[in-house]
Nanobody, 115 residues
Framework: QVQLVESGGALVQPGGSLRLSCAAS????????MGWYRQAPGKQRELVAE???????NYAGPVKGRFTISRDNAKNTVDLQMDSLKPEDTAVYYC?????????WGQGTQVTVSS
């Protein structure tokens, strides 16, 4: 079992930056593929970015070049640096850990981009 806790969500103006963090407990994250997902009101949850245990990354098209996912296996954390934020980035952001078909989710953190 993996317990995930997200933090860092906030209200930010367009063009601003935020850094989300996901702290894990219950298991070492090293073998897991870690991902950040988001869900806007009335929309399905979607992948934002993911990083494998060896550091390979994948980004959704709308966030490429603006968001950066990173992990610290020693600290058991995964971060999402979000720059040049847009109103359409507004959503609840969820941390995910996946290994062998097993998925674990955090409770989510709200990101609102608005002037």
């Amino acid at each position: 079992q993996v317990q995930l806790v997200e933090s860092g969500g906030a209200l930010v103006q367009p063009g601003g930056s935020l850094r989300l963090s996901c702290a894990a407990s219950g298991s070492l994250l090293r073998p897991y593929t870690m991902g950040w997902y988001r869900q806007a009101p009335g929309k399905q949850r979607e992948l934002v970015a993911e990083i494998t245990g060896i550091g390979n990354t994948n980004y959704a098209g709308p966030v490429k070049g603006r968001f950066t996912i990173s992990r610290d296996n020693a600290k058991n954390t995964v971060d999402l640096q979000m720059d040049s934020l847009k109103p359409e980035d507004t959503a609840v952001y969820y941390c995910n850990a996946e290994l062998g078909g097993s998925n674990f989710w955090g409770q989510g953190t709200q990101v609102t981009v608005s002037s």
